[in-house]
Nanobody, 124 residues
Framework: QVQLVESGGGLVQPGGSLRLSCAAS????????MGWFRQAPGKEREFVAA????????YNVDSVKGRFTISRDDAKNTVHLQMNGLNPEDTAVYYC?????????????????WGQGTQVTVSS
């Protein structure tokens, strides 16, 4: 079993930055592909970014390219999402997900392990 705990959400002004973290625990935490998804009010959960177990493959949704960066620290079994240039459209609950795959997935239905979510609000 894998447990995921997100942190780092909060309220930020437009143009600001936040760094989300997702700490993974469990027997195979270091061999997991990890993803970030978000769900805005009244909308479906959408893919944001994903990274392979070794950090060699990274995917980002077009709307965050150049602004968000996913990375992992295997020594701490933690994945980060550095978010810069935030705008109100980025307001959502952000979820960390994990799966035992070599190639990271962009489809939420291919992830079996999820964190509880962390709220990100971008507002002036």
């Amino acid at each position: 079993q894998v447990q995921l705990v997100e942190s780092g959400g909060g309220l930020v002004q437009p143009g600001g930055s936040l760094r989300l973290s997702c700490a993974a625990s469990g027997r195979t935490a270091s061999s997991l592909s990890m993803g970030w998804f978000r769900q805005a009010p009244g909308k479906e959960r959408e893919f944001v970014a994903a990274i392979s177990w070794n950090g060699g493959t990274i995917y980002n949704v077009d709307s965050v390219k150049g602004r968000f960066t996913i990375s992992r620290d295997d020594a701490k079994n933690t994945v980060h999402l550095q978010m810069n240039g935030l705008n109100p459209e980025d307001t959502a609950v952000y979820y960390c997900a994990a799966e035992r795959t070599i190639v990271p997935k962009t489809d939420q239905y291919e992830y079996n392990f999820w964190g509880q979510g962390t709220q990100v609000t971008v507002s002036s």
